[in-house]
């Protein structure tokens, strides 16, 4: 089992920066992915950035290139994701997630069986 708590959330106007941090315990050698989907309300979940732990390899979600940035801390099992240019379309609830993932589909929520509880970013404008 692997655990995921996440933090960092918050409000901020358009333009603004947040930084999330998901800290992971337990099993987290059974992990080779880690990384961030959200939801927002009336919506699917989407994967948005995830770094594959062993070689640092990153993915992210069209939306957010150029804009947010994740890396890890492996001596402390921690995954961040860095959130600039913050837009209101970025409103949602995001979610840690882990597991062990082949590349092509870092993108699936249905591949990842460990999740955070959330954190709620608002982004107004």
């Known amino acids: 089992q692997v655990q995921l708590v996440e933090s960092g959330g918050g409000s901020v106007q358009a333009g603004g920066s947040l930084r999330l941090s998901c800290a992971a315990s337990?099993?987290?050698?059974?992990?080779?992915?880690m990384g961030w989907f959200r939801q927002a309300p009336g919506k699917e979940r989407e994967g948005v950035a995830v770094?594959?732990?062993?070689?640092?390899?990153?993915y992210y979600a069209d939306s957010v290139k150029g804009r947010f940035t994740i890396s890890q801390d492996n001596a402390k099992n921690t995954v961040y994701l860095k959130m600039n240019s913050l837009k209101p379309e970025d409103t949602a609830m995001y979610y840690c997630?882990?597991?062990?993932?082949?590349?092509?589909?870092?993108?699936?929520?249905?591949?990842?069986?460990?999740w955070g509880q959330g954190t709620k970013v608002t982004v107004s404008s």
């Open positions: 997630a882990a597991d062990s993932v082949v590349d092509s589909l870092w993108w699936s929520s249905d591949e990842y069986n460990y």
């Open positions: 337990g099993y987290t050698y059974s992990s080779n992915c």
């Open positions: 770094i594959y732990t062993g070689g640092g390899s990153t």
